[in-house]
């Protein structure tokens, strides 16, 4: 095939200015013209898909800018726990699961939420190991910074003598035995990670394939993987062997910074389909678990002010040492006073031009919002927690949510907002994100919209998922708007979502993805 034509279409075109074209051609990877169907019809000869797409409205290729999607795809066969809210329930579905498994087949499950249950003293390995003790059950928190784990994966991970390396608030500790509970948080996950690495090895191809075609059903293009240790060469392998179907930028751990440093390698290092990102810092935990770092201790607590998973003059250090040596500084931060020790850290050693980044930002001080833009940091958010955490952020944080997830707030005062899923947590769904972003309201929630003063208009949304996300991985210049020489890379939807009711952009499907050039999902709805 030579080359792709889209017909009688609502194409939006251009970059910040955007124009609506009917017609674009794309070859060779790259959109080669646009306008009117009459003229860019006569462009394709011998060799070039036509479709008439009869009205349908055209974006650039979503690009979720927060995923874990590697882990995303081991777990495709993992059991979800995300809708059970009582310990009958959840053994119930673990007896189900293990009737499939031999004894001493590891039981992986995810989306627990321990904030549903009401009995808190049940999360310990003695009630997983009534459940079983012949197989191995790890079972991870819908926030991913806690797992739940019997006595078996305890001993597979000899954690009885690895505890010590670790404080009692990354692994809880039996008041009477001392020894380790079955909790484990923060970075003392790792290694029931990569326990999970180990097992899933084998079946990470099949697993890729199936995450990378849901990918395209939700119009995506592109994805940041904010991952393990040996994410880039698991992407690389897929990569070389022609099995690489989005554009993936991939973040450098903690514990490989000096590594990457030595061999010279700077963030933006690669090609068009996989590039080395920033390097990813922890100042503190999740709301979900009650580690995320705060100025003010947690409603209904006297002393519990979170986790800070890497001191002020840590992070200030690492952005240093990172940003000296050409890479950006990519910090998870979701309290107030992790999203504040982040920016006094950027602030201090940050070099704006390597466009450094905060993730999450789910509670933030006033004062601090107008830094994002001083500083040159761009604001990487998940729409898609706003509406989901809204009951527990009030559960905890009070009348401090009236600057929870303040989209609207830091985009008028300058910020570059980005948007992601962080997939597995949340739904992969750009469609759902923008939604979240403009109604502040979860599908189906008769509520007033969550301090409405936060929605941000859909082309700012749409802007996040594209444009902007190509601007955080510095590839404003190739992707991220429809333009001609630009990567041809696009999303088909069966309405436009600029000109329909904000309620109604759930009902928009998403009819084909264009990836490089060629149709990844949906030519059968384009014939």
Known sequence: ??????????IYAGGAKKRVVEALAASNSRIIALGKS?????????????????GKTVLPGFTDCHTHFLYFASTLDTLDLSSVNTLTTLKSKIKDKLKDLKPGDFLFAKGWDKNFFEDQSIFNRKTLDKISVENPIAIFSKDQHTFWVNSIVLEMLELDEKSKDFSSELIEVDPVTKMPNGIIREDATEVVRDLIKKTNRGKLKILFEKATKIAHQNGLVGIHDLGGEDAFKRYQNLHSSGNLHLRVWVTIPQKNLDSAIQLGIKTGFGNNFLKVGGVKLYADGALGSQTALTFKPYLGSKNNFGIEVTSEEDLTSLVKKANDSGISAIIHAIGDRAVHHALNALEKSGKGFLRNRIEHIQLIQEEDIERFSKLKVIASVQPIHATSDRDIAERYWGRGCRFAYPYNTLKENGAKLIFGSDIPIEDFSPLRGIHAAVTRKREGDKRDPWYPEQRISVGDSVYAYTL???????EETIRGSIEVGKLADLVVLSQDIFEIPPEEILSTRVSATVFD????FGRENLV
């Open 38 to 54: 009459q003229e860019i019809k006569n462009i394709g000869n011998k060799g070039f898909e036509v479709y008439n797409l009869k």
């Open 1 to 10: 095939m030579r080359g792709l034509i889209l017909l009688n279409g609502k």
């Open 517 to 520: 050039g060629k149709i990844v």
């Open 468 to 474: 902007g996300a190509a601007y955080a991985s510095g």
